[in-house]
């Protein structure tokens, strides 16, 4: 399985960014796609994600300015990026996570990451 990320720029603040995942080379839908994100000297943390029948959990930081969604049928997910504020700069990371069996064993991919830079 591989994800591949587009999307991502240089912005200005208040400008916006829809970043876009695709998973290829499988044949089942992932169960849960979302996005991470990393500033320089940080933590990798959650941005948003969204599961197979829509349920979405964003971060408190982009609550309001972020939205996902996905096309399961392209096993893609979106994140449209308003708002953007310079805090926000930083590699964003897209996500899949596969439910294996019965009992929640998973399996996790990750995309090779997108810079999103916004400057004031």
């Known amino acids: 399985v591989q994800l591949v990320e587009s999307g991502g720029g240089l912005v200005q603040a208040g400008d916006s960014l829809r970043l876009s995942c695709t998973a290829s080379g499988t044949t089942s839908s992932p169960n849960v796609m979302g996005w991470h994100r990393q500033a320089p000297g940080n933590r990798r943390e959650l941005v948003a994600v969204i599961t197979a029948g829509g349920g979405t959990n964003y971060a408190d930081s982009v609550g309001g300015r972020f939205s996902i969604s996905r096309d399961t049928s392209k096993n893609t997910v979106f994140l449209q990026m308003n708002s953007l504020k310079t805090e926000d700069t930083a590699v964003y990371y897209c996500?899949?996570?596969?439910?294996?069996?019965?009992?929640?064993?998973?399996?996790?991919?990750w995309g090779q990451g997108t810079q999103v830079t916004v400057s004031s």
């Open positions: 996500k899949a996570v596969f439910i294996l069996d019965t009992n929640y064993n998973y399996r996790e991919v």
